[in-house]
């Protein structure tokens, strides 16, 4: 009697346990450019980009608290308000599930957004999954970045907000990695406009990264906190802002911010000029861009 | 008579040696500038799948083209100068396309709103003609080898293997390491030197051997 007791409680042990870490495939796609993974667990849908399971997430969202973000990335790149903190606007490369655009487009009733996206299949996802819907505030161009910049500049468009997240299922394409694309993007920025670029903070080419974003930009604030290996990049087209008005753009956008879990009060004393990275590295180029191969070492 | 047979047996191998070095560099080059032809194309028409389909649709293209013309030109008194001339002349017209690559493209950038004909005609502005001719090497390379009708099969395929041998060798030493080592343009400026390098070989070599005796 016991041990059959035992062996229940036992048996229902594990059957919680498995709940607990049970991962459902909501849906598996292979792609023009990846293999797309949509996973749910007890509390989130993630898309992941790559053939194994337990591989980064690319983008998380909570059906119960949609506005939530999950990543500390995501909150991260919420930090280019403080340098620009109501940009009209906004152009975003890389969709993932759509959490920076849906929060922006919510938060910012007059602002336009141009998501600009390689793959149709992840748009597919990320408005089936995510809860992302476009509208005339909310577009998505189905192109690659780098051709949609430089359409961008010369049709003479200009964003006040530019976000860079665009990743493939192992790092950021090297053709947009390059100096070359970074000026265009440049060019693309109203005066004062703002970039945030969301990248690795380790791997050798941390430095190659930093060394290119500072050809172009000059000085750019370095957004690293303890519990992401990302960092984002807040370069500007323009002199940066000074403390006293990073703080008070905190301080305007804190309230707003607080349903989605962004402790933007937090950034300002987390924002660094210091230089960090060997500046020795060469700066990546069109003609010199082997991202990839020196992330590896 | 007796010092001159082994002299002109060594003059024979070094010549199929050189041939065969030839085509290995043929192929090496062909994949080389394919593999870097996507980085080159990427900074104006993207890296979507399409920029891939335009650059091996190309290249394809160009080596059918050039596998004629090749075979064409063995008909016409071949002979081991004429083969380096053509090597010769595919890094003379290889070498531009360094400094013509930006501008030629921006124009066809500035032209073709759709990407993807915008990279298939990038492409054939770039490619073709290098291609076209670095395709020629493989048919006129069997033509000077080939020395009794039996054998033909042999030497063909002798000759595929080393060239596509170098092909491989050729997309592998590019994506691996060129790429890191070097910037593209001095990658392709390399391919054209090592071109009009073994070209100038042959050609030397071709006098020298056919010098009557």
Same mark, same amino acid.
């Given at each position: 009697m016991i041990r059959l007791r035992r062996l229940v409680l036992a048996a229902a042990l594990a059957s919680a346990l498995s709940a607990a870490s049970a991962v459902d495939i909501l849906h598996r796609e292979r792609s023009l450019y990846q293999t797309i993974l949509i996973t749910e667990d007890r509390n989130r849908i993630c898309m992941q980009f790559s053939v194994r399971e337990q591989q980064r997430n690319q983008s998380c969202f909570n059906p119960r608290r949609p506005k939530r973000m999950v990543f500390?990335?995501?909150?991260? *790149?919420?930090?280019?308000? +403080?340098? $620009?903190?109501?940009? &009209?606007?906004?152009?975003?490369?890389? !969709?993932?599930?759509? =959490?920076?655009?849906?929060?922006?487009?919510?938060?910012?009733?007059?602002?336009?957004?141009?998501?600009?996206?390689?793959?149709?299949?992840?748009?597919?996802?990320?408005?089936?999954?995510?809860?992302?819907?476009?509208?005339?505030?909310?577009?998505?161009?189905?192109?690659?970045?780098?051709?949609?910049v430089k359409r961008a500049a010369t049709a003479d468009v200009r964003?006040?907000?530019?976000?860079?997240?665009?990743?493939?299922?192992?790092?950021?394409?090297?053709?947009? *990695?390059?100096?070359?694309? +970074?000026? $265009?993007?440049?060019? &693309?920025?109203?005066?004062?406009?703002? !970039?945030?670029?969301? =990248?690795?903070?380790?791997?050798?080419?941390?430095?190659?990264?930093?060394?290119?974003?500072?050809?172009?930009?000059?000085?750019?604030?370095?957004?690293?906190?303890?519990?992401?290996?990302?960092?984002?990049?807040?370069?500007?087209?323009?002199?940066?802002?000074?403390?006293?008005?990073?703080?008070a753009n905190a301080a305007a956008w804190r309230g707003r911010l607080r349903a989605y879990d962004v402790p933007i009060r937090e950034f300002p004393a987390r924002l660094s000029l210091g230089v960090d990275w060997d500046v020795t590295r060469r700066p990546l180029t069109d003609q010199y861009a082997p991202a990839n191969l020196l992330r590896g070492d | 008579m007796a010092t001159r047979a082994p002299s002109r047996a060594t003059g024979l191998n070094a010549r199929v040696v050189l041939v065969y070095a030839l085509a290995f560099c043929g192929g090496f080059s062909i994949m080389s500038l394919e593999l870097l032809g996507g980085r080159i194309l990427a900074p104006w028409f993207g890296g979507s799948i399409y920029v891939w389909g335009s650059i091996i649709t190309v290249f394809m293209l160009a080596l059918s083209l050039g596998y004629l013309i090749g075979g064409r030109?063995?008909?016409?008194?071949?002979?081991?100068?004429?083969?380096?001339?053509?090597?010769?002349?595919?890094?003379?017209?290889?070498?531009?396309?360094?400094?013509?690559?930006?501008?030629?493209?921006?124009?066809?950038?500035?032209?073709?709103?759709?990407?993807?004909?915008?990279?298939?005609?990038?492409?054939?502005?770039?490619?073709?003609?290098?291609?076209?001719?670095l395709g020629a090497i493989s048919p006129y390379s069997v033509r000077?080898?080939?020395?009794?009708?039996?054998?033909?099969?042999?030497?063909?395929?002798?000759?595929?293997?080393?060239?596509?041998?170098?092909?491989?060798?050729?997309?592998?030493?590019?994506?691996?390491?060129?790429?890191?080592?070097?910037?593209?343009?001095?990658?392709?400026?390399?391919?054209?030197?090592?071109?009009?390098?073994?070209?100038a070989l042959a050609v030397a070599v071709g006098f020298k051997t056919q010098a009557p005796a």
């Amino acid at each position: 009697m016991i041990r059959l007791r035992r062996l229940v409680l036992a048996a229902a042990l594990a059957s919680a346990l498995s709940a607990a870490s049970a991962v459902d495939i909501l849906h598996r796609e292979r792609s023009l450019y990846q293999t797309i993974l949509i996973t749910e667990d007890r509390n989130r849908i993630c898309m992941q980009f790559s053939v194994r399971e337990q591989q980064r997430n690319q983008s998380c969202f909570n059906p119960r608290r949609p506005k939530r973000m999950v990543f500390t990335y995501t909150r991260m *790149m919420m930090g280019a308000l +403080l340098l $620009e903190p109501e940009p &009209v606007n906004v152009l975003i490369a890389g !969709l993932g599930g759509g =959490t920076l655009p849906t929060a922006l487009h919510d938060l910012l009733p007059e602002a336009h957004i141009d998501n600009v996206e390689i793959d149709p299949a992840v748009v597919a996802a990320a408005r089936r999954y995510f809860g992302f819907a476009t509208d005339e505030r909310q577009v998505v161009h189905v192109r690659d970045a780098r051709v949609f910049v430089k359409r961008a500049a010369t049709a003479d468009v200009r964003y006040d907000l530019v976000m860079l997240d665009a990743f493939g299922g192992d790092y950021i394409p090297e053709h947009l *990695m390059t100096l070359e694309f +970074l000026e $265009e993007v440049r060019a &693309v920025m109203a005066d004062g406009g703002v !970039l945030a670029a969301n =990248t690795f903070a380790t791997s050798r080419l941390y430095d190659h990264e930093s060394e290119t974003y500072r050809a172009a930009f000059g000085m750019f604030f370095n957004l690293r906190l303890r519990e992401s290996n990302n960092r984002v990049i807040l370069a500007r087209n323009g002199p940066l802002p000074d403390k006293a008005e990073l703080r008070a753009n905190a301080a305007a956008w804190r309230g707003r911010l607080r349903a989605y879990d962004v402790p933007i009060r937090e950034f300002p004393a987390r924002l660094s000029l210091g230089v960090d990275w060997d500046v020795t590295r060469r700066p990546l180029t069109d003609q010199y861009a082997p991202a990839n191969l020196l992330r590896g070492d | 008579m007796a010092t001159r047979a082994p002299s002109r047996a060594t003059g024979l191998n070094a010549r199929v040696v050189l041939v065969y070095a030839l085509a290995f560099c043929g192929g090496f080059s062909i994949m080389s500038l394919e593999l870097l032809g996507g980085r080159i194309l990427a900074p104006w028409f993207g890296g979507s799948i399409y920029v891939w389909g335009s650059i091996i649709t190309v290249f394809m293209l160009a080596l059918s083209l050039g596998y004629l013309i090749g075979g064409r030109l063995s008909l016409r008194a071949p002979t081991l100068t004429k083969f380096g001339g053509i090597l010769a002349v595919a890094a003379v017209i290889l070498y531009p396309t360094v400094h013509l690559a930006e501008p030629a493209m921006m124009w066809v950038f500035e032209r073709i709103e759709d990407p993807r004909y915008g990279s298939l005609v990038a492409s054939l502005v770039l490619f073709v003609a290098p291609t076209v001719v670095l395709g020629a090497i493989s048919p006129y390379s069997v033509r000077l080898l080939v020395r009794q009708r039996e054998e033909s099969g042999k030497v063909a395929g002798s000759l595929y293997f080393v060239s596509t041998l170098g092909s491989a060798l050729g997309t592998l030493a590019t994506s691996f390491y060129f790429v890191l080592w070097f910037e593209i343009d001095t990658i392709v400026t390399c391919l054209a030197g090592l071109l009009l390098g073994l070209g100038a070989l042959a050609v030397a070599v071709g006098f020298k051997t056919q010098a009557p005796a």
